[in-house]
């Protein structure tokens, strides 16, 4: 069969990394959109579902709705769930004729999403790391720099999904998880999983601000149990050391 034949042998795994692998060569700065669909196409590649979002239109968002709640972080059609797909042709398509646009991921499908304060965030990956957990794809939003990091920023632990349970009844929304019963021991902590969604990179915000991949999406899918008890220890250490309302901070969608 030849070497082509060992190259599919390889697997999707390593087709993302060559296609990521695009974006260290000279391509990426002189083809910004070039960029961006390779990471895209990379991130469907490893079976998280995508459906174009919103932009920055300056300082508002691209919907033009009047005091829009989550500028640039929603789903341009209300069908998202739906419309959320891994093909490759029709992730190619959005991304050439939408270049603008941010995309989402579409949560509880075959991923969730553990979404914790940047601050509490860098704290888990260090103790995560530390103890050899095995970690999945990690994005980073809103970080501002190293001189001003933004306080509002977020980073988000991509795992597997809890999976479809035969009785449907077992399935809780994700505005559940975001306001608990026991929020005080979890605060700061959003689990997306059916429901929800969040932005992928790359995607950008207003006031360039920016998500980004720091750790990419060819990396393997954890349980979520294996980061959780780690994520709510430093997330309660983060709301202990902050001198604010740990409610305020709540990470994004709510509802749209």
Sequence with gaps: MGPESGRVKRGVQHRISQWLGRLRTTEAPEDPGRARETVLLATAAAGLPLSPAAHPAGYRCSCERIGCPTPARHPLSFAWQTQA??????????????????????????????????AAGREALRRLQAAGVALGPIAVSEAGTAEEPNPH???????ATRGTPEDEDEWWPCELD?????????????????????????????????????????????????LLETLTDACAQHAAEADHDPHAAVAWPLSR
């Design 85 to 118: 797909t891994t093909d490759r042709a029709q992730v190619e398509r959005w991304a050439r004729n939408q270049p603008q646009a941010n995309f989402i991921t579409a949560t509880g499908m075959v991923h969730d999403v553990l979404d914790v304060p940047l």
């Design 153 to 159: 920023g977020r980073m988000l632990f991509f795992t």
């Design 178 to 226: 975001c306001h608990p019963e026991t929020m005080d021991e979890h605060p700061g902590l959003r689990w997306h999983c059916r429901g929800s969604y969040v932005l992928v990179p790359p995607a950008r915000l207003p006031g360039d601000q920016a998500v980004a991949w720091l750790r990419g999406p060819e990396h393997p899918l954890p349980d979520p149990l294996s």
